[in-house]
């Protein structure tokens, strides 16, 4: 390539380290957030009724799930921890959009079909869920692209990994990892609904990957 534009310093430091010229790469932010802006501008499409329903009291927790390594046994604890948060929780509503895959869905909904308060919903487009979260509270997920999009819209995100590729998130406060125990799953959940600061900590913490003007950079 005769340009490179990188997301962050640290992707601009991983192309240095490859020997490619200073001259040739530029930090630019991640288009991903420039179309994720543009879209929570737009006026929402439907979302599902339990979301246009919630209180002002109600915290909409968004979850999403879907690495191989967490199929299984890992999957099975993170639907516990989930339980186990609207149990001690009984304001907290969850959405959690449920992959096509059929070894997430059969241990989700077997798992969390029938648990007051959390919502099992098949994956929603773009816009959709880009609206959804801007609704959440909290996200909870193993998505890469959602660690990057969430700190955009000031929402704090809980990574169900034992580790991330998107260590700038990490560094940055914006993103905590957390594996899939679920003792840990709700105490950092509970920390986040119980502590003002610390949410806010998170919440007000700037994202890493673009302000929403990375192609106009490129374009530049």
Same mark, same amino acid.
């Given at each position: 390539?005769?340009?490179?534009?990188?997301?962050?310093?640290?992707?601009?430091?991983?192309?240095?380290?490859?020997?490619?010229?200073?001259?040739?790469?530029?930090?630019?932010?991640?288009?991903?957030?420039? &179309? +994720?802006?543009?879209?929570?501008?737009?006026?929402?499409?439907?979302?599902? $009724? =339990?979301?246009?329903? %919630?209180? *002002?009291?109600q915290r909409l927790l968004v979850v999403t799930a879907h690495r191989?390594?967490?199929?299984?046994?890992?999957?099975?604890?993170?639907?516990? &921890? +989930?339980?186990?948060?609207?149990?001690?929780?009984?304001?907290?509503?969850? $959405? =959690?959009?449920?992959? %096509?895959? *059929?070894?997430?869905?059969?241990?989700?909904?077997?798992?969390?079909?029938?648990?007051?308060?959390?919502?099992?919903?098949?994956?929603?487009?773009? &816009?959709?869920?880009?609206?959804?979260?801007?609704?959440?509270?909290?996200?909870?997920?193993?998505?890469?692209?959602?660690?990057?999009?969430?700190?955009?819209?000031?929402?704090?995100?809980?990574?169900?990994?034992?580790?991330?590729?998107?260590?700038?998130?990490?560094?940055?406060?914006?993103?905590?990892?957390?594996?899939?125990?679920?003792?840990?799953?709700?105490?950092?959940?509970?920390?986040?609904?119980?502590?003002?600061?610390?949410?806010?900590?998170?919440?007000?913490?700037?994202?890493?990957?673009?302000?929403?003007?990375?192609?106009?950079?490129?374009?530049?």
């Amino acid at each position: 390539a005769d340009w490179h534009f990188a997301p962050t310093e640290r992707a601009q430091g991983n192309l240095l380290r490859e020997g490619v010229p200073t001259e040739r790469i530029f930090v630019t932010g991640n288009t991903v957030m420039d &179309a +994720l802006l543009m879209i929570v501008r737009r006026p929402a499409p439907p979302l599902p $009724a =339990f979301v246009q329903g %919630l209180t *002002p009291q109600q915290r909409l927790l968004v979850v999403t799930a879907h690495r191989r390594e967490n199929w299984g046994e890992p999957m099975r604890r993170l639907c516990r &921890a +989930l339980w186990l948060v609207t149990e001690q929780f009984p304001e907290t509503v969850v $959405a =959690f959009s449920v992959h %096509l895959n *059929p070894n997430v869905r059969a241990i989700v909904h077997a798992e969390l079909a029938d648990i007051p308060r959390i919502h099992l919903l098949n994956p929603l487009d773009y &816009a959709a869920f880009a609206h959804l979260m801007a609704r959440a509270y909290l996200i909870l997920t193993d998505s890469g692209g959602i660690q990057e999009e969430a700190p955009s819209l000031g929402k704090p995100v809980l990574v169900l990994r034992e580790v991330t590729e998107r260590p700038e998130g990490v560094a940055g406060g914006v993103l905590k990892v957390v594996g899939t125990d679920p003792q840990r799953i709700v105490a950092e959940t509970r920390r986040l609904l119980l502590d003002t600061e610390a949410y806010r900590a998170m919440a007000c913490g700037q994202n890493p990957y673009g302000d929403g003007r990375a192609a106009e950079r490129i374009a530049a």
